[in-house]
Nanobody
């Protein structure tokens, strides 16, 4: 069974940085897009950032200028560099990879607190 392996979450103080990464446990063939969602307690899951193999990216307005999504050269690993983190960025972050079907990561906690 395919798994998405996520890493890089944790606890950071406001203004700090974290880098999330996500890769599939096996080759998924052609990938159409990769991205990150997040879900805060009591809130709906929202799309934070996405990237397609050609490199086109999209961002949630509230993270523009602070977060950067990227992919490796093989285009099978996705990263989310998060800078100048704010308490409102606290959430569980989920990786998604769109191949023949949608694959989801198990979620990784990001907590921004002083």
């Amino acid at each position: 069974q395919v798994r998405l392996v996520e890493s890089g979450g944790g606890l950071v103080t406001p203004g700090g940085s974290l880098r999330l990464s996500c890769a599939p446990s096996e080759n998924l063939g052609r990938l159409y897009a990769m991205g990150w969602y997040r879900q805060a307690p009591g809130a709906q899951r929202e799309l934070v950032a996405s990237i397609i193999p050609e490199g086109l990216t999209k961002y949630l307005d509230s993270v523009k200028g602070r977060f950067t999504i990227s992919q490796n050269d093989a285009k099978n690993t996705v990263y989310l560099q998060m800078n100048n983190l704010k308490p409102e960025d606290t959430a569980v972050y989920y990786c998604i990879i769109k191949a023949g079907e949608d694959y989801w990561g198990q979620g990784i906690q990001v907590t921004v607190s002083s």
